[in-house]
C-alpha cells in the first residue's frame, strides 16, 4: 500500500511530537533521525540550514524545524500538515491533564509534592541559564549586554520583548559604528 | 476584547518574542498572563511549568494548552496554541524564502549576535522569578540546592529529577 506523502509527514511528526519529553530541542536529534536518515527528505546539510533559520525564527524550535522540513517536501500545504503533526500530540496530552488539574492540585498530597517540585523547577531553569550563558557570553561586550538586559526586566520592569527588541537595536548599531569607523580611517 | 481573542492576542505576543526555546519565555508568560491579565498565580504557573517538562511537546505549546483551557474550555486551548505558533509559521516561511535567495543576511546575524546575551538574562530572570515564588522556607531552598547539585553534578534527567522533588515534597511539606 503506497501513503500519501501527507500521510506520511503528520505521522512522522506526529510520533516526534508524542515521544520527546522536556521541551523543543530534545526533539531535534529525533527530527534529524527521521526526516534525514529515514525518509531522506533531506541531507545532512540543508537539515543544518533548517535549523539556522529555525534558529532565528521566534517560536519553539521544533515547531520552526517541522514548519520547514514540511514545506521542503510538499510547500505550504506540507508546512500546516507538518506542524499539525508536532503539535496535537502535546495538545491532546495537555489537554486531558487540564481537565483534571486544579482538582488534582487540590489534594493534600499533590499540594505537598508540588511544594517539593517548585525548587527543582527553579534549578532547571537557573541551571539552564549557567549553561546557555557559559556558551553564549564569549566576550565583555556579550557580559555587557547580559547585565544590562537583566537590569533592566529586574529593576526597570521592561517588557521582555523591549529587551530582545533593544539587544538586536544595539548590535546593529554597534556593528554600523564600527564600519563607519573603519571607512573613516581609509 | 473576547476572552477567546485576547487568549490570542497575548500567546501570539509571547509566540513571536521567543527566542532560544522554551525558559526563555517565562518572563513573557509571566508578564503577559500573570502580571498583565492576572489569569495565574505565579505558582500556578511554576506547577505548569513543572507539568510541561514531564509531558511531551515544546513547554510553550503546552503552556498555551494549559492556560486556554483554564480560562475557556477547549476553544480557548485551541486558539491559545494557534496563537504562539502562528508568529513561527509566518516567520519561519518569510525567512525562509529570503535565504533561499541570498544565502545569507548579514544584518540578521548581527541582530541575533545581540539577542543572544538578552536571551541568557531572560532565562536568569525567569530562574529568578520562579526561585521567587517557590522558596517559601528551609525545606525548599534544601530542595533547590540539593536539584542544583543533582543537575550539574550527577547529569540527572530532568524528568527524573521533578518525580525525586515531588516525592521529597510529599514527605516533608
Redesign the interface.
Known amino acids: 500500500m503506497t501513503q500519501s506523502p501527507y500521510a506520511v509527514m503528520f505521522l512522522t511528526f506526529f510520533k516526534v ?9 530534545a ?1 531535534v536529534p529525533i527530527i534529524r533521525r527521521e526526516v534525514v536518515e529515514r525518509l531522506k527528505w533531506a541531507t545532512d546539510e540543508e537539515f543544518l ?2 535549523l539556522a ?12 524545524t517541522s ?2 522540513v514540511g ?1 521542503k517536501v510538499a510547500g ?1 500545504a506540507g ?1 500546516a500538515v507538518a ?1 499539525a503533526g ?2 496535537l ?3 491532546l ?3 486531558a ?3 483534571v ?2 482538582t488534582v ?1 487540590s489534594f493534600r ?1 499533590a ?20 549553561g ?2 557559559s556558551r ?2 564569549k566576550t565583555p561586550t ?2 555587557a ?3 544590562a ?2 537590569l533592566c ?2 529593576l526597570l520592569r521592561w ?3 523591549a ?2 527588541l ?7 548599531l ?2 554600523g559604528l564600527r564600519s563607519g569607523r573603519k571607512a573613516g580611517e581609509r | 476584547m473576547p476572552i477567546w481573542a485576547e487568549l490570542f492576542a497575548s500567546f501570539f ?1 509571547i ?9 526563555a519565555m ?3 508568560i509571566q ?1 503577559e498572563i500573570i502580571e498583565a491579565h492576572g489569569w495565574l498565580t505565579m ?2 504557573f ?2 505548569m ?14 503552556c498555551a ?2 492556560v486556554g ?2 480560562l475557556a474550555g ?1 476553544w480557548g ?2 486558539l491559545a ?1 494557534l496563537g ?2 502562528s ?3 509566518i ?3 518569510l ?2 524564502a529570503v ?1 533561499g535567495r541570498t544565502r545569507n543576511v548579514p ?2 546575524e ?19 522569578s ?2 521567587r ?4 522556607d528551609a ?3 534544601a ?2 540546592v540539593t ?2 547539585v543533582l ?2 553534578r550527577a547529569r540527572v534527567h ?2 527524573l ?2 518525580v ?7 514527605l ?2
Not at chain 1, 533559520?53 to 520552526?64: E, I, K, L, T
Not at chain 1, 505537598?112 to 549557567?130: C, D, K, M, N
Not at chain 1, 533593544?166 to 546593529?172: C, P, T
Not at chain 2, 518574542?17 to 522554551?22: C, E, N, V
Request: glycine share 8%; net charge neutral; charged share 10%.
Open positions: 511530537g508524542l515521544f520527546t519529553f522536556g521541551g523543543g530541542y526533539m540550514d533548517m533559520v529555525a534558529q532565528a525564527s521566534p517560536g519553539p524550535v521544533a515547531v520552526n514548519i520547514l514545506a505550504h508546512s506542524l508536532t503539535v500530540p502535546s495538545f496530552v495537555i489537554l491533564i487540564a481537565a488539574f486544579d492540585r498530597l499540594e505537598a509534592a508540588f511544594s517539593g517540585i517548585r525548587p527543582a523547577v527553579a534549578a532547571l531553569v537557573l541551571s539552564a541559564a549557567y546557555l550563558g553564549a557570553l556579550d557580559a549586554v547580559a547585565v538586559a537583566f526586566l529586574l517588557h521582555p520583548a529587551v530582545i533593544a539587544a538586536g537595536a544595539y548590535s546593529l554597534a556593528d | 505576543k509566540g513571536l518574542f521567543t527566542f532560544g526555546g522554551g525558559y517565562i518572563p513573557l508578564r505558582e500556578q511554576v506547577d511549568v513543572a507539568i510541561a517538562e514531564i509531558t511531551p511537546g515544546p513547554i510553550a505549546v503546552n494548552t494549559l483551557f483554564r477547549f486551548s485551541a496554541t504562539v505558533v508568529p513561527s509559521s516567520v519561519v516561511t525567512l525562509a535565504l544584518r540578521l548581527t541582530f541575533f549576535r545581540g539577542v543572544r546575551p538578552a536571551v541568557v538574562s531572560m532565562i536568569a530572570y525567569a530562574g529568578y520562579v526561585a515564588s517557590a522558596l517559601t525545606r525548599s531552598v530542595i533547590m536539584a542544583l543537575l550539574t530532568p524528568i529529577l521533578l525525586l522533588a515531588g516525592v521529597a515534597g510529599a516533608v511539606f
